[in-house]
């Protein structure tokens, strides 16, 4: 089942069906929780993707979309561009594993349609599912986390929030799995790094990545396959991402973000991206909301669609006006 929201990312359209809309991306939420412990109940990220659909009416983002994105070096919205809202996958008590599949034909469905997914959970059970839609397409990895999630199974569970990684990796569809902004004590045993590690997984600290920066990083992302971006908010710093339930200084920056993201946009080698472990309730002055936007909001900007070679060329540019002094 799924819920058409009461207002909609950045006031685009719904649409659950897909076939009349010929959409460039779709935004879609899945709210999904994992039942450790005593059972199910709804999760402090439930409310996530309807929380980041009002941060673009709050700050009037669907006001502006004709107006100039210093950050991307053109106007927001592209002509031609058709942007809808998913609405939500239902994910309640009842059938977990219904929504998890619900979830994964979803996905599926924007990806067969030629869209891009934009997504928010939902813990970090998420990845998985998310990926699931890709069944046909080799995918990359690109994980920002401040825990490696290569458990097993916690508490008889192999499919939570804190195994997504090691379900990714056993995944045919999966190619690389790149880690960054690993830091902090997490729920990773000693053995569970080394499993990453020998399973090909690249793991990046937030120590090295400050060191070596993220355009030197994104620089050796391979370019063989597509990539889904998948960032559980507390990967980012709490300065930019207060909104967690569990916050770990000197985290990834939100340039250091924004360089993968809008670098692999820009190129064209983004397959999806998504959100994961935002909880409103912790936020600050919307602060995490606004940075999800910004960071969707930068996919919409810079992504070049190969049916349009002029569009191709002026993301390839990246520049701003003459007469801006920057």
């Known amino acids: 089942m799924r819920y058409e929201p009461l207002a909609t990312f950045l006031n685009a359209?719904?649409?659950?069906?897909?076939?009349?809309?010929?959409?460039?991306f779709v935004y879609l939420g899945?709210?999904?929780?994992?039942?450790?412990?005593?059972?199910?109940?709804?999760?402090?990220?439930?409310?996530?993707?309807?929380?980041?659909?009002?941060?673009?009416?709050?700050?009037?983002?669907?006001l502006l979309l004709d107006h100039y994105d210093f950050d991307c070096g053109t106007t927001v919205l592209k002509p031609g561009v058709s942007i809808v809202d998913g609405g939500d996958i239902a994910c309640g008590p009842i059938e977990l594993n219904l929504a998890k599949r619900e979830a994964t034909a979803a996905v599926r469905e924007i990806v067969e349609a030629g869209a891009i997914p934009l997504i928010v959970g939902g813990d970090d059970a998420l990845p998985p599912i998310v990926a699931g839609g890709f069944?046909?397409?080799?995918?990359?990895?690109?994980?920002?986390?401040?825990?490696?999630?290569?458990?097993?199974?916690v508490c008889g569970i192999s499919d939570g929030y804190s195994s997504p990684i090691r379900r990714?990796?056993?995944?045919p569809q999966v190619g690389q799995i790149v880690q960054v902004g690993l830091r902090g004590i997490g729920s990773a045993r000693a053995q569970e790094v080394r499993d990453a590690i020998a399973a090909g997984n690249?793991?990046?600290?937030?120590?090295e990545l400050h060191t070596m920066g993220a355009q030197s990083v994104f620089d050796t992302l391979p370019n063989d396959f597509p990539w889904f971006v998948t960032i559980d908010c507390d990967g980012l710093d709490p300065s930019v991402a207060p909104g967690v339930e569990w916050p770990e200084p000197d985290g990834v920056t939100y340039g250091e973000a924004a360089t993968f993201?809008?670098?692999?946009?820009?190129?064209?080698?983004?397959a999806a991206i998504a959100f994961t472990e935002f909880a409103p309730e912790h936020d600050v002055r919307s602060l995490t909301a606004l940075a999800i936007c910004r960071l969707l909001m930068n996919v919409i900007t810079l992504t070049p669609f190969a049916s349009d070679e002029a569009e191709i060329n002026r993301a390839a540019e990246y520049s701003v006006p003459g007469d801006v002094h920057v």
Not at 31 to 53: K, L
Not at 168 to 171: A, I, K, T, V
């Open 30 to 62: 899945i709210p999904y929780t994992t039942p450790y412990g005593d059972g199910w109940a709804p999760g402090p990220c439930s409310n996530a993707p309807d929380v980041v659909r009002h941060a673009t009416r709050t700050q009037e983002y669907d």
């Open 13 to 24: 359209p719904y649409a659950e069906d897909l076939s009349a809309n010929h959409p460039q």
């Open 202 to 207: 690249r793991l990046i600290r937030a120590t």
């Open 261 to 270: 993201v809008r670098g692999l946009a820009k190129e064209g080698r983004l």
């Open 168 to 171: 990714l990796r056993e995944m």
């Open 135 to 153: 069944e046909h397409t080799k995918i990359n990895i690109l994980h920002i986390d401040a825990h490696v999630d290569f458990r097993d199974e």
